[in-house]
């Protein structure tokens, strides 16, 4: 994080007109080196300091501190602010080490990373080098489409943007006090700036505390890093530069920096990725941090202080934020370099590795840069030019990386439909077909994987146009294909992986088989159980009223379908299995009486909860030479994965018009579950089956339905 304004100065006292030089305040700097620790000890050891990821609230309060007694100074002094100054002098002392790390990033993702993530890593540093990633990973947290995202070496820059945002607006925030101060304190005299300036800064700091308790509630995800709920966090430091630091009273003064640190240490321990941030939770954090630096650092041998001013932790302070700058990246890419996930003595050298990099930036980029005088670095429009031409760079060389994937997709996808144009008798789930064992597999398609990992995230059926179906004023379900007399119409409802179903049902649409209305929304499974914790308020919100809506339209309307296809992600719930039986049979209820056949299906299998247990990271390492290094285990994908579909089936009993459809044979070996089939890709992250693969399942499906007595054979 930013060292913002030099940090070894106090701040002045309320009344002083004309601040005078004040004494150093190590205790910043050990606070500082206190909040980095606890932010890299978080990431390479997150089970070991839960709620380390503190520090960078811990962070924002020390720089609203800061920065804005920096400005109170200057508006003391001079009556107003130079605004390109101020920001000249952020430029250089914070934009030469970060964009250093943002390149070096970039060059180790071309180098390392599998190419399937580069648009995403170009994407983040992109904005990183705008400093608008918070509000990138804002977006990112309440799409459906990202949130199979990994972890970017980039991601950190969120809390840096967010902070630049800061030194952008506060200044003006200032100058509107100051501009403010003769209409609402005409008699105050010089006192008046401070109480104008007090005033609305304070009034801003409280309508994000506001802002940040209800969008924390609301929707947690997207809380976390838009600025205005993190606003407040730096107001607070803000409003303690009104306050001189306390003076005397020694030991007093020790009591309230103890009591301060014990609350960032318990905090730290007891708080989890799980406690909604920056709620009211981060009120202790901001408590904790504030109440270190009003009592300053007095002279007792118990005080905590005495500690944070050793030499190693004034280092530690001195680099923190090249510290900040570099920890992550190194985390990030070194998995991708050594292929293996990161064991002790890999964490220990990124820790020292850290450390050396941050120190040789400080000495070689920062200090020169920030103090220099060559180059005209001192003119705030010779800074503005080169952070213009460094940033234009940086998002050249992004866009650079993301266009050489875009363009190697298109050929791909080219040369892949030439392929199936003579090959695709063979292709996905046909080569696992019975009936075609003498000509299948294809040995053409053994080198294929249509479409490649790179281009596979396109592969999600979105369906926009079904929003205005399921969220407009008239519910009604998503239309594919035109109802007639003598083609069954059907219903398909639940969460993303029953949509996921639909480019399989759209083939058989095609073909005249049946036509079909599609009742889905992301993560919300047709069943009484709730949405899973990780969904954002908003997405809650559309699955009751999808669920409510779809419940009344079945108990007036059920027998416009002619049976009903349902399935659900089989790992999203955390109800027992008895709970999500029951939740099933619950809200089948109304299509029962109606007598309409339910068919439940088993959930596809899958590689796990996490980004990371994306097969295309794997396959886009190995290729189609090593896709089976990268096949799932059966058993961890779906023998232990209870199948909540087929116990409520057997509740129900088949003559009660209830049908299973378990699809695994054409997913699963024995043992495994092949990644590729018959050239296909199958899975488009962890999760979900891609469309190319859907849409190859569209005869056995049919088949099965068949089979069933659902749909006439002849059609």
């Known amino acids: 994080m930013s060292s913002t304004v030099e940090s070894r100065r106090a701040r002045p006292a309320v009344g002083a007109s004309v601040p005078q030089a004040t004494p150093v305040r190590p205790e910043i ?49 001079t009556g107003t602010i130079a605004l390109g100054a101020f920001w000249a002098r952020r430029a250089r002392r914070l934009l030469p080490a970060a964009y250093l790390v943002l390149a070096a990033s970039l060059v180790a993702v071309v180098v390392w990373v599998p ?60 100058l509107a006090g100051l501009w403010l101060a003769p209409v609402l304190a005409p008699s105050l005299g010089v006192r008046r700036q401070r109480l104008a300036v007090g005033g609305v800064l304070g009034a801003v700091t409280l309508a994000s505390f506001a802002y940040s308790l209800y969008l924390t509630a609301a929707d947690p995800a997207r809380s976390y890093f838009v600025t205005t709920t993190r606003a407040w966090e730096f107001g607070a430091g803000a409003m ?25 240490v318990v905090c730290a321990l007891r708080m989890t990725e799980e406690t909604p941030m920056p709620g009211t939770a981060a009120v202790w954090v901001v408590l904790g941090t504030c109440a270190l630096l009003w009592a300053g650092h007095p002279e007792v041998g118990w005080s905590p202080t005495r500690a944070l001013a050793w030499r190693p932790a004034q280092f530690v302070g001195d680099v923190s934020y ?22 002790m003595l890999d964490k220990l050298a990124i820790a020292l590795a850290t450390l050396l990099l941050a120190w040789a930036t400080k000495v070689w980029v920062e200090d020169p840069v920030r103090t220099g005088r060559k180059f005209g670095l001192r003119r705030s429009s010779v800074t503005f030019g080169l952070t213009a031409a460094t940033a234009g760079a940086l998002v050249v060389g992004c866009f650079a990386g993301w266009s050489v994937v875009e363009r190697d997709n298109e050929a791909r996808a080219a040369a892949a439909d030439a392929l199936l144009t003579q090959h695709g008798g063979c292709f996905g789930a046909a080569s696992r077909d019975p009936a075609k064992s003498d000509v299948c597999p294809d040995p053409s398609l053994e080198d294929a994987i249509i479409p490649d990992p790179s281009e596979v995230k396109t592969e999600h059926a979105t369906y926009e146009r079904c929003a205005k179906h399921l969220r407009g004023a008239t519910f009604e379900g998503c239309p594919f294909g035109t109802p007639r007399r003598g083609v069954p119409h059907i219903a398909v409802i639940g969460d993303s992986h029953a949509r996921a179903m639909m480019p399989m049902f759209e083939i058989l649409i095609e073909q005249g088989v049946l036509t079909a209305e599609m009742f889905s929304s992301p993560g919300c499974a047709w069943s009484t159980v709730p949405p899973a914790a990780g969904n954002t308020q908003g997405r809650k919100k559309a699955c009751a009223a999808l669920k409510s809506n779809l419940a009344d339209l079945l108990a007036k309307d059920a027998d416009r379908f ?97 049908v299973h459809l378990d699809m695994t044979r054409w997913f699963c070996d024995e043992d495994t579950c092949p990644v590729v089939i018959g050239g296909a890709n199958v899975y488009r992250d962890s999760n979900h089956i891609t469309m190319t693969y859907a849409r190859t399942m569209a005869p056995y499906y049919r088949k099965a339905l068949v089979k069933a007595g659902l749909l006439d054979r002849r059609r």
């Open 240 to 264: 303690l530069a009104f306050v001189p630091v306390l003076a005397g009273r020694r030991h007093i003064r020790a009591a309230i920096s103890w009591a301060g640190l014990l609350l960032l």
């Open 562 to 658: 002619d049976f009903i296809v349902t399935t659900n992600r089989a790992s999203s719930q955390r109800a027992s299995q008895e709970e999500r039986v029951q939740g099933l049979l619950d809200v089948w209820r109304p299509a029962r009486a109606a007598r309409v056949p339910i068919v439940a299906v088993r959930d596809n299998p899958e590689g796990g909860r996490l980004p990371e247990d994306n097969p295309n990271l794997c396959l886009g390492e190995v290729g189609a030479a090593g896709a089976e290094s990268c096949a799932l285990s059966r058993k961890e994908a779906v023998t232990d994965n209870f199948d909540p579909y087929g116990e409520a089936v057997k509740k129900i009993g088949k003559k009660k018009r209830a």
């Open 322 to 343: 090249s510290i900040y700058l570099w920890h992550w990246p190194l985390i990030v890419i070194l998995p991708y370099a050594t292929g293996s996930d990161l064991g």
């Open 29 to 77: 700097q050990g606070l500082r080196a206190i909040a980095v620790g606890l932010v890299v000890v978080f990431h390479l050891w997150p089970n070991r300091l839960p709620g380390g990821y503190l520090g960078v609230d811990v962070f924002f309060v020390i720089s609203g501190y800061l920065i804005t007694a920096h400005i109170l100074r200057e508006s003391d002094r």
């Open 115 to 174: 190419r399937m993530l580069w648009q995403q890593f170009a994407r983040e540093i992109g904005a990183a080098a705008l400093y608008v990633e918070n509000w990138a990973l804002a977006h990112d947290a309440v799409d459906y489409l990202a949130a199979d995202n990994v972890a970017s070496p980039a991601q950190h820059y969120w809390t840096l943007s967010a902070e630049e945002q800061f030194y952008l607006v506060w200044p003006l925030l200032v």
